[in-house]
C-alpha cells in the first residue's frame, strides 16, 4: 500500500495526519488559472495492482486499495484544471527536490508561474 492507506497488512505507512507532521505546507500553491490550491504529482511507466473488492448489483467493479511500483515523474500540475506547474523561467517541473523548491522559494507569492508563450 502506498503513502497514506491502509490495506490492513504490516507495514502501514500512517494516517495522512501522521506523515504530514514536519513537512512543508503547499499553501502557497494557487493555480493561475483556475485558483484551486492541491497540486499533483503525474507518473508515466507506472506498474499498478489494485485489490477488487466485489462487483455491485449494476456490474460494475469495486476496488479496494492499491499499490504501485516504478514509475518516473512526468510533471506537477493543477489537481483541478490539469495546469502543468512551471517554475520562474518557464521550465516544467519534473523531480520532487524542484516541486519543492519551487514551492519554497514562492516567499508568499500565491499564484504559480504563468506558462510562458513561445
Request: negative net charge.
Amino acid at each position: 500500500m502506498g503513502k497514506g492507506g491502509s490495506d490492513g497488512n504490516e507495514g502501514d505507512t500512517g494516517s495522512l495526519e501522521e506523515m504530514m507532521e514536519g513537512t512543508m505546507s503547499i499553501k502557497k500553491f494557487k493555480c493561475p488559472k483556475c485558483g484551486c490550491r492541491r497540486a499533483e504529482e503525474v507518473m508515466v511507466n507506472v506498474t499498478e495492482s489494485i485489490v477488487i473488492e466485489g462487483i455491485d448489483e449494476d456490474g460494475y467493479v469495486i476496488y479496494g486499495n492499491s499499490l504501485s511500483d516504478g514509475g518516473v515523474i512526468d510533471r506537477y500540475q493543477c489537481q483541478k484544471c490539469g495546469e502543468v506547474i512551471l517554475d520562474e523561467q518557464g521550465r516544467q517541473i519534473a523531480s520532487s527536490e524542484h516541486f519543492a523548491n519551487h514551492i519554497s522559494s514562492m516567499k508568499g507569492k500565491t499564484n504559480i508561474q504563468k506558462r510562458v508563450k513561445k
